[in-house]
């Protein structure tokens, strides 16, 4: 195995100095990307030292090396996980044949779509987080936004090495094209639709940290379960970076809950906006919205795209080497949500067509475990509220239930109730209102700002009061 090559211009792990060619391109790629991420990266902290972790080594022990670093010189480079010995495809109709290690002819194209729809979703998250710097409520967690912004920008590496490694000069113009589709931009957006959407508050970005990401990690271990073995040791590796976006996101939002409950208790009242606090509530709306928009990531509930990636052995299902059927799905079926006249009910569908609503019922599955951490949060201050996901149905814009109204407990309602209720449900422009109002810059050192609870224990085991981003 090699190990990463830190003398290079570029970090690697895959021996890149002996491929000039691939060298070459990746050199040329590289003053872009830096130039992309001064114009559109973290905006104010460019020239700051930051504590950032940087991987060393891609095995399970001490991949982390942690050390002060500007961020546009952080060691962005290319790392894939450990290749297995005799990998064999392991599903779909090539079960049992070695992995590829090069792209097959007659897949060229759709694999190279799926790794560029994984690409663009991570220079996107850096654009939406651009202004979130400016706001932050405490060093801590300015210098964890810092840190999913850096290994954003380094899972875009992994795909632009995919796509310059393997799809020539179309992989080339992939590479350039994901620097320049812009999040939110009517001309040339983001591929898809929650990366579209703004982060305007550090609220956002929690529950875009514990609802999207969480969407990358089902996502990016289906790819890691690729016949293409270049995709799934790519994958593999970033899904070790993707648990600490998690962690940002669960522990961020308990954090505000916690915060939220102590408030309650201090002053014997719900309405904690009164301190300064955000309600629980309010809560419960950003929740439902950052599910809504996460679970459309899976694509619709019936796809024969999906059908095709695991025919294929491009991509499998989660835990896919874990499962005990025949890996094919030929006969079989799953339980599917649709629509019958104004009813949801539930249909058996061919397993086949059905791996998108797989995936999102193992999603689901796991953002409930955080929810139940966070409930237990409140119950532990002995209060009597309930955190709960939205239905599946609700606010949804892609798959079945993109033509109706949903309320969150899953009835499908008239305009005219969604009209009257969907201010209960969504963030309202008040909402929004009040949470920016909490957005003020909180950057003394071991101080939090009073709507958030300080974090269990520091980075790296680090005191309350360390310098996490050296800001004069
Ligand atoms: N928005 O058969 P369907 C992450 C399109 S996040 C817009 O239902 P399919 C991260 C679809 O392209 C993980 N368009 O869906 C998190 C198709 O178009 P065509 C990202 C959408 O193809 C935080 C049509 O609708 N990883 O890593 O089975 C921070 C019908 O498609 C959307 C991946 O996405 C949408 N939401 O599945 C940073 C993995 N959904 O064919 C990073 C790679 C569907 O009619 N991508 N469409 O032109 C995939 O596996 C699949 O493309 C999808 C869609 C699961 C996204």
């Not at 812009?182 to 591929?191: A, E, L, N, V, Y």
């Not at 005990?324 to 019958?340: A, C, E, F, M, Q």
Request: proline share 4%.
């Amino acid at each position: 195995m090699a190990s990463i090559d830190y003398i290079e211009r570029i970090p690697n792990n895959v021996s890149l100095a002996e491929d000039r060619r691939l060298l070459r391109a990746l050199e040329d790629w590289q003053p872009k990307f830096l130039e992309w991420w001064h114009d559109m990266g973290p905006e104010g902290f460019q020239a700051q030292d930051v504590y950032l972790r940087t991987a060393v080594s891609v095995d399970a022990k001490g991949w982390a090396q942690f050390g002060y670093v500007k961020m546009p010189e952080y060691r962005w480079g290319i790392f894939l996980a450990e290749p297995e010995a005799d990998r064999r495809i392991n599903f779909g109709e090539h079960q049992g044949q070695p992995a590829w290690p090069d792209v097959p002819g007659e897949y060229r194209g759709t694999l190279r779509r799926l790794i560029v729809t994984q690409g663009d979703t991570e220079p996107a998250s850096v654009e939406q987080q651009r202004h979130l710097g400016r706001t932050c409520p405490s060093l801590y967690d300015l210098r964890n936004l810092f840190q999913v912004n850096v290994e954003e920008g380094r899972h875009l590496w992994a795909m632009v090495y995919l796509l310059d490694a393997h799809f020539g000069r179309d992989g080339r113009e992939e590479s350039e094209a994901l620097l320049q589709r812009r999040s939110g931009d009517h001309d040339k957006p983001r591929i898809l639709g929650a990366f579209n959407e703004k982060t305007p508050d550090w609220l956002s970005f929690f529950m875009f940290c514990f609802f999207t990401d969480r969407d990358g990690k089902y996502q990016l271990a289906s790819l890691a379960e690729s016949g293409f073995d270049p995709l799934s040791r790519t994958c593999r590796f970033m899904l070790t970076e993707e648990a600490h976006h998690m962690f940002v996101g669960e522990s961020g939002v308990g954090r505000i809950v916690q915060r939220a409950c102590e408030l309650m208790r201090e002053h014997k009242t719900d309405d904690v906006r009164k301190h300064g606090g955000i309600d629980l509530p309010t809560m419960q709306k950003y929740i439902n919205f950052h599910c809504s928009v996460s679970l459309d990531l899976f694509g619709s509930e019936v796809s024969t795209n999906a059908a095709n990636f695991y025919t294929a052995g491009l991509k499998g299902r989660f835990e896919e080497t874990k499962k005990s059927d025949d890996h094919r799905l030929k006969g079989g079926t799953y339980p599917v949500i649709g629509l019958d006249g104004e009813k949801i009910v539930t249909r058996q569908e061919a397993a086949l067509v059905s791996l998108n609503e797989r995936l999102r019922d193992d999603y689901t599955a796991d953002c409930q475990r955080g929810v139940n951490r966070w409930n237990e949060i409140i119950k532990n201050h002995g209060i009597d509220f309930t955190l709960t996901l939205p239905h599946r149905a609700f606010r949804r814009a892609i798959g079945a239930f993109a033509e109706v109204k949903v309320s969150p407990d899953g009835r499908v309602v008239s305009e005219a109730e969604w009209d009257a209720r969907h201010r209960d449900w969504l963030p309202t422009a008040e909402d929004e209102a009040y949470v920016g109002s909490l957005m003020q810059p909180v950057t003394e050192r071991g101080k939090m700002a009073n709507w958030i609870a300080p974090p269990a224990r520091g980075v790296n085991s680090q005191a309350e009061d360390f310098e996490y981003v050296r800001l004069s």
